[in-house]
């Protein structure tokens, strides 16, 4: 899945071409400058409304609750049709990626778009489908008798684990699935619960894995704590990339040269009382002699 919030960043006042890199793996990188506003915008931007603490769209099926002072944290949700219960929900720190939360609710959108009955959009599956992604990805994977999975990266700074769902989890709010990164800088858990599509689930994991670093001003290399976790590089757009107009005008700011300075007059030059005296020299007087 193309990156959702590229465009929207290279609108911020923060972008700035040459001091942008690019960082990964994904699960050890920060949310970056501006994340609530970047995914408040996306979602302005596809047509969702706006209240005081949350985001619905216009359906009214999915909503979104912004973090806040007593539980910064972001909640996804989703219901079968308006004004009814939630069906399924993700709850999750501010600190992931803003880029992993878009991709997640586009997919969500796109579960609803497609449902075969529009009446019951979320249908229940297998939610351990959804960490299909990591494997593919080369995270390691252990599973339980019992039919528990969990799956961790190379360096093990992340991990992911779903269970059997059961009515337990519904009563006492149990997730049925949970990830967490663990990197220095990047804290953060998942919970998905038991009635979560797996296609949501899948997007997640799909985004979190991914190969493609994200896009995070030079800042992070001062986190220091995290340095030997991070690949970083300079930011340069592939050949064939076009920047969007935002960024080349960002672009045009920071390499515009300054004007030299229009040098003094030296010595040599012809001083102003000499320039008119030869100029009236050779003008001709007009008077016959």
């Known amino acids: 899945m193309p990156d959702l919030l590229r465009d929207l960043i290279e609108r911020q006042d923060w972008f700035d071409p040459p001091d942008m ?22 979602l302005l931007d596809r047509g969702w409304r706006q209240s005081e603490d949350r985001l619905t769209r216009h359906c009214g099926r999915l909503g979104v609750h912004r973090p806040d002072k007593a539980r910064h944290e972001w909640t996804l949700w989703g219901a079968q049709h308006r004004g009814a219960e939630i069906a399924w929900s993700l709850t999750v720190q501010a600190a992931l990626p803003p880029e992993i ?45 019992r039919g528990a999975v969990t799956f961790r990266p190379p360096d093990r700074y992340a991990n992911a684990h779903v269970t059997v769902p059961s009515a337990l ?45 994200l896009l995070r ?27 969007s107009p935002a960024a080349q005008a960002a672009r045009s700011r920071s390499t515009t040269p300054v004007p030299a300075p229009v040098a003094a007059a030296t010595g040599s030059a012809t001083p102003p009382a000499d320039a008119a005296r030869v ?7 007009g008077r016959s002699r």
């Open 169 to 213: 989890h519904e009563l006492r709010g149990k997730p049925a699935a949970t990830i967490a990164s663990y990197g220095p800088n990047s804290y953060w858990e998942a919970h998905f619960t038991a009635g979560t599509p797996s296609r949501v689930l899948a997007a997640f994991t799909r985004e979190l894995a991914s190969p493609q670093p």
């Open 21 to 42: 890199v690019t960082v990964g793996p994904r699960h050890v990188v920060g949310p970056g400058p501006g994340a609530e506003q970047l995914i408040v915008q996306f």
């Open 217 to 243: 001003t030079s800042a992070v290399r001062e986190l220091t704590f995290s340095a030997k976790l991070f690949t970083i590089n300079a930011f340069v757009p592939e050949a064939g990339e076009q920047l």
């Open 279 to 285: 100029a009236a020299e050779a003008e001709p007087s």
């Open 101 to 145: 939360l878009a991709a997640t609710i586009a997919e969500a959108e796109a579960v609803l778009a497609e449902a075969p009955d529009p009446r019951e959009p979320f249908v229940r599956g297998i939610l351990a489908l959804g960490l299909l992604p990591l494997a593919r990805a080369g995270w390691t994977d252990d599973i339980t008798p």
